[in-house]
């Protein structure tokens, strides 16, 4: 059973930074072989992409408002993901999800299949 266990949201003030962590038990699949991603929802809003990092961690994506603000990375000896976000607006308020894929290498949002429970950012102005 694939786990995925999200920490390091929180409050914090616009301009703000916050670093999240995804701890990642993937059920007898290599670690490396799973390209990661984080998604976020807002309140009222659709699910979307933030990031993606291939399974060697050599590969990485980003969408939307989070470029040049956000940096997504990868830990395959501790089974690791981290999302790094630094210049926090209001608008990043959401909850953010850690996910997995089948997929050693993928950007494509159905691909990910795997979710966690969620951890909440919030950003103030």
């Known amino acids: 059973q694939v786990q995925l266990v999200e920490s390091g949201g929180g409050m914090v003030q616009a301009g703000g930074s916050l670093r999240l962590s995804c701890a990642a038990s993937?059920?007898?699949?290599?670690?490396?072989?799973?390209?990661m991603g984080w998604f976020r929802q807002a309140p009222g809003e659709e699910r979307e992409l933030v990031a993606t990092?291939?399974?060697?961690?050599?590969?990485?994506n980003y969408f939307g408002s989070v470029k040049g603000r956000f940096t997504i990375s990868r830990d395959n000896v501790k089974n690791m993901v981290y999302l790094q976000m630094n210049s926090l607006k209001p608008e990043d308020t959401a909850r953010y999800y850690c996910?997995?894929?089948?997929?050693?290498?993928?950007?494509?949002?159905?691909?990910?299949?795997?979710w966690g429970q969620g951890t909440q950012v919030t950003v103030s102005s």
């Open positions: 993937l059920s007898g699949r290599i670690f490396s072989r799973s390209a």
């Open positions: 990092i291939s399974g060697s961690g050599g590969t990485t």
């Open positions: 996910t997995a894929s089948l997929s050693i290498l993928t950007s494509q949002p159905a691909d990910f299949t795997s």
